[in-house]
Every structure is written in structure tokens, then in C-alpha cells.
RNA sequence: CGGAGUGUAGCGCAGCUUGGUAGCGCAUCUGGUUUGGGACCAGAGGGUCGUAGGUUCGAAUCCUAUCACUCCGACCA
């Protein structure tokens, strides 16, 4: 392309609205555009690198033998009522009607669509396992969208669902689409890590998050030092304290504590340690529970981990907190005040909790704490589970080293669904036997659109975008001086920009006119990213040479006319 | 949805407290001079101050309502 025929939309200053440096640069390299909240149009350099981002995915997936196929964005209300999906799903779900009032819904994904058009299509065992896959716009009704194209409402996915019959066929795939899913990431340029992760609202069994590891990153996720383990904290077990509970060494007391309402002010107004304090926290019980509410115990430095407190029998689904009038009622005392001793709902402690000894926690009157509680003696000790998110230094979950936690932007995520949509759409194929099996599912969605960003929240300086060689829209600046003046000049840029293109490049070729200055050339190649720039100058031309830089460089060099094709292909990998 | 905040030219902002009919920088257009890291000179265009009411002789400014957007929390590729 030619910069005198493209839309080049850059911009000096940086947006007020935009927070994340991606998004910051998206807008100023002129890649993205807002249209609403949480919805952009995408300027011609951005679609390119998104194109090359979906053809990369599209190779690898190709390459897996999965196949490609399209689906609708709108889907009927009928197929999601079937998966029981239409009532679960919720406000992010953003439901339309037609003209005949028949209802729809903007596919935020696809498990409905496919598994029926399977259903219809796959009638043995012979056609399986089989993985499709599509590249396709989604609709999620974010209740705050942010960070741009990293959040957005409408974005780009790929997702890919595969059949099988039996565990063991989908275990295959899914450990396929491990190896693919990491090919992709590779080709992208991307430092990422596969980490365990929790099954959320898609549902299953087995899952895995892809994370591009990043401080803007939204998940956090925890690894081990010394070993590959890596999980979600939503889903990293806390393990229990090594070693017995401890033997009492103090007495219960009960002290007066007026201003001590949150666990800060105590450990600050009467010097206790935070490892020896206790919150104790009111959630919702689950119909299955006799009670209305169940006490929830974490250490005081400790978080409530509400994903692993959700599963709990006892807990109801979703999690929720009780209001402070809820609680005076049952007790008579505040959220201030509230601890284990003399209660009379449901208690569940944190492992940690339950291998505390002399600890401290509201007396369940206003303004008082009991001091020095010890379990058993003063109060039983309750059921037992792990309820809070694991914290630097704990033990791994794998036996192997202490948890270190860095912050991740999930780009992959892939499950093993089972039969949650199969069984309830009734997918079946007849087995070997002739006996009519539900098959068996998994589920892969790449968020194409946030790899973008996530692309550059990976690699950029203060000048702007570095885009990997991979998915950059141009690898090549081409920025001749004296252009409209030096004949010289114009017919070797020329000659080269044909050459280039010819040699499989994608070549930018900077030929503003004069009023543009090199400066502004400069700057604005940096900030669109593009990872190698050639300027051509009659200066450089008496001596034969052209002036070659890469964008990670600190400096120029000057490399002969006729060695441009050769250092070029020693850098970039078509 | 709960909490906080912002809407004034394409972008970034000032003006609002103390009402008097809109300004700065960048960008854009024209002419000229410049040309190796976001040039200079001269000129020009562009805003019913988010919207709707109200108060007032007079509203960007005060009041009310409403809409949009952003930030902090729960959701997720």
C-alpha cells in the first residue's frame, strides 16, 4: 500500500476515555474506532492484523483436521430453551424478537447450534470423533464493558466443538487442541501459559484457560516456583496447614472493641496479629439447607474464594451476600461483630482456619470480640472445606514449591463438556453395538479479537505499537526522502516496492507528499507498529546504500542497495 | 445493578465558583518557505456548549429531568 491511498488515522494524543495501553494505542495507531459502548468498527490497518490473526488460527485448526463451518449470529430461542440455557444464561444474554414476535437471541456462543445441526447430521459412530470450528462474531451483553477491543460486547471468536463416543476419543481431541491451541499462541509471538481453570457457565468437566500473562490482565493466576503447575486462583486449592492444630496457650476473653469494625482496625487498635483473626462472613444457604444462612470462616488475611464457597451444598447458587439487616435480625449484632462462638447456623471453616489456634473474632454483640478462642474448647469446630483463594507463599497444590501469582488475560479456553448439551438436546449416534449412545463433547473458543490486544499489551514501547512479524498489517516501512525531488530516490523505492511485494511482503510505502515531514513518517510507522522500516535517501543512494531498521532496534544501519532482499529474509519469517 | 465521575469544534482541554451570548493547543483546508525524528509564516473553515424543560431582561454558567460515556465491584474469549 501506498500511505497517499491508505487511511492513515493516527493520532497525537491519547484518548481521555481509553485506560489500558492497548487500547490507548489501538485508537492512536488508528486500528479501532468506537461505535458505542463496548462496540468498534475496525479502520483497515487493525482488520489486517486481525485477519492474519484468523488465518494463523484457521491454518492450526486446519492442520488439527478440524473443519470449518458457519453458523448463524441469531439463533431461536427454542434451541436454548432445550439446553435449559435460555432461563440460566441470564442479562448477558441480549434477546431480540422478529416480526412475527418469535424470539431470538444474539449468539454469545454456539454449544445450541451445533449440537443440533450434528444431532441431524451425524447418525454413527464411523463419523466420529469430528471437530468443527468457526470464526465468527459473538454478542456477550457485558454489564461493563472496558479496555476496548479486550472487553467488548460484540467481538471476534473462534469457537470449535468436536463429538465424540466416550471419554477417552474426547480426551484425544482435547489434548489435540492443547497442542494446537499452543502452536497458535506460538505463531502469535505471545508469552502465554496454559493454566487449569474453573468450567463457569459453558459447563463440564475438565477445562483449560490459555493466559497471555500481563500486569492489565483481569484473572489471576497462580503458579509454583518450581514446577509447570498453573491454575485460576477461581480454581487453585489452598491446602490444608501442614501439622496438627495447636494447643491452646491463652484464654477466651471478651474485650471491648467499639471501633474495631473491620479486621484492619482490630489488628491495628489492639495489636494482634492478622494470622490470628477470623472473619466471619454471611452467604445465602441453598434450598438443601435447613438453615437461611451459613457462616462462612476465613483467616483474616485471608479471601473469600466465592467460586469454591458456590459449590458447596450448603451455599446457594449464585453466591450471595446477606444484607446487614438480615443479619441483625438473626443475631442482633453487626457485620462488625460477627465470629464462630455461640452461633447457631451452619458454620463452614476454611482449612487454614481450622488449624488456628488462639484466635480472635467477633462475640456476635456490637462492639465486642472474643480474644483467644481455641477450637473445641471454647467452640466445636465445624465442617471443614476450602473456601479462600490461595496467596503467595502458600504450599502448590502440586506438592512442589510455593505459589507465586502474576496477572493473566485469558485468550483460549478449552473444556471438556461431556454430554451437558448432547443429553440435553438428545445428540445420539448409533455404536458398534447399534445401540443409540449420546455422544460425548468438548468446546474450544479462541477470543480473536482480544489477542490483538492482548498482542499489545505484550509488546509495545513509548513510541508505540511493536507488532511480532507474525500478524504486523506491514512488515515493512518503506520511507523514501526527497521523494517528489530526487529522481533517483523515487525510481529505486519504486522498484523496490514492486520487488518487495513480489518477494511476499506486506510493504507500506510512506509517499505522503511534501508537506509531510520524515519526522512524522517516522513517528507514525512506530506507532503503527511496523516491525521493519527501509528509508530511502539520495545521500544514502550516492554512497549505494539504504538505511535498514528494525523496530525493536536502538539503532540504524546502513546496509548496501543490493543486500536489502538478503537481510530482509534473514529477518523475517514469512 | 450498586458506588464515583464526565459531557464545550475531529482529538485534548479552559471557561462554570461570581450569568452578559465561546476560547486555547493539536488536527483540517489555502498560499508560501522548509525536509533525517511529530517544522515555520500568513490566512481560512468548523461548536444551537449531550438533550428537554425551568429560573432570569439575559444561561455553557443556576435549578429539574433525561440520555450517553468513563472509572471501581460481580461476568467472560
Not at 461493563?144 to 484425544?172: C, N, W
Not at 491452646?248 to 494470622?275: R, S
Request: some cysteine; overall charge negative.
Amino acid at each position: 500500500m501506498r500511505t497517499s491511498q491508505y487511511l492513515i488515522s493516527t493520532v497525537k494524543e491519547t484518548p481521555s476515555d481509553a485506560e489500558v495501553v492497548s487500547h490507548q494505542l489501538m485508537l492512536r495507531a488508528g486500528m479501532i474506532r468506537k461505535v458505542a459502548s463496548g462496540l468498534y468498527s475496525w479502520l483497515p490497518l487493525g482488520l489486517r492484523a486481525l485477519r492474519k490473526v484468523e488465518r494463523i488460527v484457521r491454518e492450526e485448526m486446519d492442520k488439527s483436521g478440524a473443519m470449518e463451518v458457519l453458523m448463524p449470529a441469531i439463533q431461536p430461542a427454542e434451541l436454548w430453551e432445550e439446553s435449559g440455557r435460555w432461563e440460566m444464561y441470564g442479562p448477558e444474554l441480549l434477546r431480540v424478537k422478529d416480526r412475527h414476535n418469535r424470539e431470538f437471541c444474539v449468539g454469545p456462543t454456539h454449544e445450541e447450534v451445533i449440537t443440533d445441526l450434528i444431532r441431524r447430521e451425524i447418525k454413527s459412530y464411523k463419523q466420529l470423533p469430528a471437530n468443527f470450528y468457526q470464526i465468527q462474531t459473538k454478542f456477550r451483553d457485558e454489564i461493563r464493558p472496558r479496555f476496548g477491543v479486550m472487553r467488548s460486547r460484540e467481538f471476534i471468536m473462534k469457537d470449535a466443538y468436536s463429538f465424540h463416543v466416550g471419554t477417552e476419543s474426547l480426551q484425544q481431541t482435547y489434548e489435540q487442541m492443547y497442542q494446537t491451541y499452543s502452536a497458535i499462541f506460538n505463531r502469535l509471538g505471545l508469552d502465554f501459559r496454559p493454566v487449569l481453570a474453573d468450567t463457569g457457565s459453558i459447563g463440564g468437566a475438565t477445562s483449560h484457560e490459555f493466559h497471555v500473562l500481563a500486569e492489565s490482565g483481569e484473572d489471576d493466576i497462580a503458579f509454583s516456583n518450581v514446577s509447570d503447575y498453573a491454575a485460576n486462583i477461581e480454581l487453585a486449592e489452598a491446602l490444608s496447614p501442614a501439622g496438627e492444630l495447636a494447643a491452646p496457650t491463652a484464654e477466651m476473653t471478651i474485650v471491648d472493641t467499639p471501633n474495631a469494625k473491620t479486621i484492619e482496625e482490630l489488628v491495628t487498635q489492639f495489636d494482634v496479629p492478622i494470622e490470628k483473626t477470623i472473619k466471619t462472613l454471611f452467604v445465602v444457604a441453598s434450598d438443601a439447607c435447613e438453615a437461611d444462612f451459613v457462616a462462612l470462616l476465613v483467616r483474616g488475611d485471608h479471601e473469600l474464594n466465592e467460586i469454591k464457597a458456590e459449590k458447596l451444598p450448603e451455599v446457594a447458587e449464585p453466591l450471595e451476600f446477606a444484607e446487614e439487616e438480615q443479619i441483625r435480625n438473626l443475631i442482633g449484632a453487626g457485620p462488625g461483630s460477627l465470629g464462630p462462638v455461640g452461633l447457631e447456623i451452619p458454620v463452614i471453616a476454611d482449612r487454614t482456619v481450622a488449624k488456628t489456634s488462639d484466635f480472635s473474632a467477633g462475640a456476635n454483640i456490637d462492639g465486642k470480640h472474643y480474644f483467644g478462642i481455641n477450637w473445641n474448647r471454647d467452640v466445636d469446630l465445624p465442617q471443614v472445606a476450602d473456601i479462600r483463594n490461595v496467596v503467595e507463599g502458600d504450599p502448590s497444590p502440586c506438592g512442589e514449591g510455593s505459589i507465586e501469582i502474576k496477572r493473566g488475560i485469558e485468550v483460549g479456553h478449552i473444556f471438556q463438556l461431556g454430554q451437558k448439551y448432547s443429553e440435553a438436546l438428545e445428540a445420539k449416534v448409533l455404536d458398534q453395538n447399534g445401540k443409540s449412545v449420546v455422544m460425548d463433547m468438548g468446546c474450544y473458543g479462541i477470543g480473536v479479537s482480544r489477542v490483538i490486544a492482548a498482542t499489545i499489551e505484550q509488546n509495545h514501547d513509548e513510541s508505540g505499537i511493536i507488532w511480532p512479524e507474525s500478524i504486523a498489517p506491514f512488515h515493512i516501512a518503506l520511507i523514501p526522502l526527497q521523494y517528489d525531488k530526487s529522481d533517483d530516490v523515487k525510481a529505486l523505492t519504486d522498484q523496490m516496492y514492486k520487488d518487495l511485494q513480489q518477494a511476499g511482503y506486506d510493504v507500506i510505502l510512506d509517499d505522503r507528499d511534501k508537506k509531510t515531514s520524515p519526522g512524522v513518517k517516522f513517528a507514525d510507522m512506530d506507532l503503527m507498529g511496523i516491525p521493519h522500516r527501509v528509508v530511502i535517501s539520495p545521500r544514502g543512494l550516492e554512497a549505494g546504500t539504504l538505511e535498514y531498521k528494525g523496530r525493536r532496534d536502538t539503532d540504524k544501519q546502513d546496509i548496501k542497495v543490493e543486500e536489502l532482499m538478503s537481510v530482509l529474509a534473514e529477518r523475517i519469517n514469512l
